[in-house]
């Protein structure tokens, strides 16, 4: 039996580059995915599933994906400087995968698979029909990191199906996000869990929560 005190260490420092991208694709987990959808200078859609992607600042309102290497994603929106971010469901599963293919850059990934776009709202650039979340960006700013860059996009406007909003926001329940691991492995949301944050006021006055903390975390 494996020793639980065992450790396997990744070095990037030792490990080819590609390599040590699967570790870190396989411990940074779930991502969430942004499905970008973008247009070219000379009026070409592209659709790309982004699992790089989280909010960065709340004020004013912006979210961030990355592109590893430089995606038709990347220089369509420096070219256009806008683009929407729709949410990836889980009804539209094999749809998103396919979008990642590397077809030619002339060429609609929303067309090719069969993914009906409508229009934003706010921004020139179309949504996904189908997906229940839309999130409209203008480019607010770029920052290259290695092979890689990042895409900062301010929120102009975040679109939801009324049908799944209930007591003035969005619920997990009806938007059945895809959330993507390691390798080629994809994850629904499964069991939601519910917790409320603890206040410091809570804590000291009630001694019980850290010691019940504490001993859990030694007999874990």
Known sequence: MTDPAERVLFDPDE?????FYRVLNSVVV????????SRSADGVLNLAPHS??????????????TSVGRK??????????EFTVSLAPEALFEQINATATDFPAGMSEAEECGVPLTAGERVGV??????????ECTLHSTVRLGD??????????????ASAVREGRPRIEHLQPLARLGGNEWSTIGEVREISRISYRRW????????RLRRDSDGA
């Open 148 to 161: 890689s860059t990042v895409v900062f996009g301010r929120v102009q406007l975040i679109t939801v199906a």
């Open 52 to 65: 790089f992607y989280t909010v960065a600042c709340v004020s004013p309102p912006v979210v961030q994906f």
């Open 72 to 81: 038709d994603s990347l220089r369509n929106v420096e070219a256009t400087g």
């Open 15 to 19: 490990m080819d580059a590609g390599a």
């Open 126 to 135: 179309p949504r996904v029909a189908g997906s229940p979340v839309a999130v």
């Open 30 to 37: 779930p991502r969430p995915i942004a499905w970008v959808c």
């Open 204 to 211: 000291s006055e009630d001694p019980s929560i850290g010691e």
